[in-house]
């Protein structure tokens, strides 16, 4: 099973952006998504997490009130919706599977990751 992000980009600060990330297989479950970020330089770090059965979320105060993460079982697919970006956003952003029964909010709690992909916020 892979997962593969998409909708990074560059935009403006104050700017949105939606990431998108699709299992490859159908048949795919978990009990949790998250999505962490890492900047050049530094530790990859978390941006938030999703609890596949009800939605319940929990984001970092980072970017809690700006970021919202949805999902749609259907489609395996899970989304980071970005409403005003700052360029303190900026880095690779990945997102992750975990089978825990707790929310969590290490990658080494992940076990399924990513590729990345590039969001850049200019000033």
């Known amino acids: 099973v892979l997962l593969v ?4 980009g560059l935009v403006q600060a104050g700017a949105s952006l939606r990431l998108s990330c699709a299992a490859s297989e159908r048949t795919f479950t978990s009990t949790a998504m998250a999505w962490f970020r890492q900047a050049p330089g530094k530790e990859r770090e978390f941006v938030g997490t999703v609890r596949t059965s009800d939605g319940y979320a929990i984001y970092a105060t980072s970017v809690k009130g700006r970021f919202t993460i949805s ?4 489609k395996n697919t899970v989304y980071l919706q970005m409403n005003s970006l700052k360029p303190e ?5 990945y997102c992750a599977a975990s089978n825990g029964v707790v929310l969590r909010l290490t990658p080494t709690a ?6 990345g992909t590039q969001v850049t916020v200019s000033s």
Do not use: H
């Open 5 to 8: 992000e998409s909708g990074g």
């Open 71 to 74: 999902r749609d079982n259907s």
């Open 89 to 93: 956003d900026t880095a690779v952003y």
């Open 110 to 115: 992940y076990d399924l990751w990513g590729q």
